[in-house]
């Protein structure tokens, strides 16, 4: 299980080698979900009700929106903002679980509490992902951006895209979005860890000892189930965020349909239940629900996989360090 334990046998990892398990399950994710990601930008953005009786819905279904963006953009859309994506996976997965492991340690050493309590996997798992995310913000918006824009296309690549950003908006223009961010990513971060955590538990006592044993489907199906439900309760602010971070990019939205310019979270909100209703905060749902389930399964899958496979090699090195000193 993810965090650190006291009561561990195996070989405990360094910062290092957490980090790159951490990027690794990160990258081969985000490879994985990116055409479910596209189509959930999409809606998000969309200020017209995603229903096919509205004539001037662009989108109103998860297939239809799919056929839509394949027909008029290509397969390669599906993955429009990838590099960014990526280098926002990878980023963030290092500095999450690097973050939680020497979290859930000091707690361990500081305070009283034990440091498997699904509470403090919460509280930890919080704190690490508000760290993970001002340091990937400004990846995170530019992966928006990419993945919004159709054709013809406003930014021609990274680099291109970082240029006109600095020029037209700022330093500041990379956060957009970061207070909805913020108060979001604390709660979603912290029940995904924390229903991660209760899942493992409850897989544990109702499995028999000699299944329990073998835990990748457990890891796995854990990890979807907390993802789908800390996904929901939190949704609605990461709609807010999508919307936020395309402030100043409304030419690349125009053949999309409707286009809004917010001055900040409030307003956002505001306009949203004004314009659009209660509905209109989760947007985009369907499609983010099947990639949160994706997402965060894959990522402890790949997490926890990876962490088991450098303890082994490192077991392994060593056993043999210690068989030459013996021998020699």
Not at 271 to 288: A, D, H, V, Y
Request: charged letters at 15%.
């Amino acid at each position: 299980m993810v965090g650190y334990d006291p009561r561990s046998e195996s070989a405990t990892l360094s910062p290092a080698e957490v980090a790159t398990a951490g990027s690794v399950s990160g990258m081969v994710t985000r490879a994985m979900i990116s055409p479910l990601d596209v189509v959930k930008i999409r809606f998000q953005l969309q200020i017209e009700k995603i229903s096919a009786r509205v004539p001037q819905a662009k989108y109103h279904g998860l297939w239809q929106a799919s056929r839509c963006i394949f027909t008029e953009e290509g397969m390669v859309a599906f993955w429009k903002g990838h590099i960014p994506a990526q280098l926002l996976s990878i980023t963030y997965g290092a500095v999450q679980f690097v973050s939680f492991e020497l979290l859930t340690e000091l707690v361990h050493k500081t305070t009283s509490l034990n440091s498997r309590n699904a509470n403090v996997h919460f509280f930890c798992g919080g704190l690490a992902a508000c760290t993970a995310t001002f340091a990937c913000q400004p990846l995170d918006t530019l992966r928006t951006r990419f993945a919004a824009q159709g054709e013809p296309k406003v930014y021609k690549n990274l680099r291109h895209a970082v240029s006109i950003m600095l020029q037209t908006e700022g330093p500041s223009g990379f956060y957009r979005g970061l207070t909805p961010t913020l108060i979001a990513v604390f709660p979603y971060a912290g029940l995904q860890f924390f229903f991660y955590n209760i899942f493992q538990q409850v897989y544990q006592w109702a499995t028999p000892p000699k299944e329990s044993s073998s835990g990748n489907l457990k890891n796995l199906m854990c990890g979807s189930c907390a993802g789908i439900i800390s996904k929901t309760m939190t949704y609605p602010f990461d709609l807010f965020k999508k919307r936020l971070q395309v402030g100043g990019f409304e030419t690349a939205r125009i053949s999309f349909g409707q286009v809004r310019l917010y001055k900040g979270f409030t307003d956002c909100a505001v306009k949203i239940l004004q314009e659009e209703g209660p509905k209109g905060f989760f947007k985009g749902l369907s499609p983010s629900l099947i990639k949160a389930a994706f997402s965060t399964g894959f990522t402890f899958f790949w997490y926890e996989l990876l962490c088991s496979v450098l303890r082994t090699f490192k077991e392994k090195h060593q056993a043999t360090q210690l068989a030459r000193i013996s021998r020699g």
